[in-house]
């Protein structure tokens, strides 16, 4: 069975919009427990690579697709976590996917700003990891400036589409913008 029921949120996702591919290399952000990563793993088969990151431990997984698997304590909104990602994927990914969500505090003001900083963070660990046609999930909770943020994704990817899977619907602030085929490949600091 899958660790979480955000399991069936990703391969929601997928189905509507063919994000994770045989042989890929995916990076999932805010990975913990793991529902995603046995998704990702399902996916990529034998020849591809998921590498999980979450500021909890994750467990290992079970079976042969715990091979495929990298996981990453630590937290995305440090640098250098992200040079710990970007060390790991060993080159361009084919996809990023987060569903990176903050504490509750219970004001929903405050639970949105910080689902959107989340969010832009994923965002540009997707423009230093993405490969040109590479795709990129993010989850956000609704609010005034999600519109920006989806401008921004307009700009790197073919296209951009807003969901919110129906394996989610009970929580219905939170979206996913999915930017499908990156236009361009990564520039990094220092290339
Ligand atoms: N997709 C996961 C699954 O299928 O099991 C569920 C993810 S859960 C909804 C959100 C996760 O985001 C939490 O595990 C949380 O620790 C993680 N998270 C929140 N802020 C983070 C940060 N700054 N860096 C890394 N992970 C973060």
């Known amino acids: 069975g899958y660790r979480s029921r955000a399991a069936y949120k990703l391969k929601q996702l997928d189905d509507l919009e063919n994000v994770i591919n045989g042989g890929d290399t995916v990076v999932d952000l805010g990975a913990a427990p793991g529902g995603w990563l046995q998704?990702?793993?399902?996916?990529?088969?034998?020849?591809?690579?998921?590498?999980?990151?979450?500021?909890?431990?994750?467990?290992?997984?079970?079976?042969?697709?715990?091979?495929?698997?990298?996981?990453?304590?630590g937290d995305m909104t440090e640098d250098r976590t992200r040079e710990r990602v970007i060390d790991a994927a060993g080159g361009e990914v084919d996809a990023v996917v987060s569903d990176m969500a903050p504490n509750m505090?219970?004001?929903?003001?405050?639970?949105?700003?910080?689902?959107?900083?989340?969010?832009?963070?994923?965002f540009e660990t997707a423009l230093e990891l993405l490969d040109t046609g590479g795709n990129f999930v993010v989850k956000v909770f609704e609010g005034p400036d999600v519109d920006d943020l989806?401008?921004?994704?307009?700009?790197?990817?073919?296209?951009?589409?807003?969901?919110?899977?129906?394996?989610?619907?009970?929580?219905?602030?939170?979206?996913?913008?999915i930017g499908k085929g990156r236009l361009t490949a990564p520039v990094r600091p220092g290339d």
């Not at 990702?40 to 715990?66: F, M, S, Y």
């Not at 921004?152 to 807003?162: G, N």
């Open 150 to 177: 989806r401008a921004d994704l307009d700009d790197e990817f073919q296209y951009v589409r807003a969901t919110a899977p129906k394996a989610s619907r009970d929580e219905s602030s939170e979206i996913y913008l």
């Open 39 to 73: 998704v990702a793993a399902e996916k990529v088969g034998p020849r591809g690579n998921v590498i999980g990151v979450d500021l909890q431990r994750i467990k290992d997984l079970e079976g042969t697709i715990d091979e495929r698997v990298e996981t990453i304590r």
């Open 105 to 122: 505090s219970g004001e929903y003001s405050l639970d949105q700003a910080r689902s959107l900083y989340l969010a832009r963070q994923a």
